[in-house]
């Protein structure tokens, strides 16, 4: 991760703009089917902030339920995905890294639910792997 403590970032249509400050806790690729459907990609990147660090500076993140205790937010306008919340964890809101302005500044620093990773899909990295949260003890 870079020295930079502040990020920018908006969706496509420029209707949302947002700033974190951080650094994050964590930078990652998420594999998980609910990344999958609600990006229509086969991996997100994620990077998670300070919730108190996170502010709308412009129009506003439209939020649905996307699971049970999890709340994704989106451009209501051009319906980029924007945020993820969890509800049992309120003082961190994570933020896709492709919405950044520069989101060289933040790479991923390993892959989580690789248990639902697509098959055709090959990324070849050395990053660490994790059949879920990277809080599970079983690597991929």
């Known amino acids: 991760m870079t020295a930079t403590s502040s ?3 908006g969706c496509l249509c420029g209707a949302v703009r947002y700033r974190a400050e ?3 806790r964590s930078v ?3 594999h998980c089917r609910m990344c999958q459907r609600a990006a229509g990609a086969p991996v997100v990147p994620w990077a998670t902030f300070p919730a108190a660090g996170f502010a709308v500076s412009a129009g506003d993140i439209a939020e649905f ?3 049970p205790g999890a709340r994704r937010g989106f451009c209501k306008r ?3 995905p924007l945020t993820f919340r969890e509800i ?3 003082d961190w809101i994570d933020i896709t890294v492709a919405s950044l302005d520069d989101p060289a500044a933040l790479p991923p620093q390993d892959h989580i639910w ?3 990773s697509v098959s055709w899909l090959r990324i070849d990295d050395d990053l ?3 059949r879920r949260r990277r809080s599970d003890p079983t690597p991929a």
Do not use: D, F
């Open 7 to 9: 990020y920018s970032g």
């Open 22 to 24: 951080g650094p994050p």
């Open 28 to 30: 990652v690729y998420c």
């Open 65 to 67: 339920a996307s699971s």
């Open 78 to 80: 051009c319906g980029t």
């Open 88 to 90: 049992a964890e309120p």
């Open 114 to 116: 690789t248990e639902s």
């Open 128 to 130: 660490p792997r994790h």
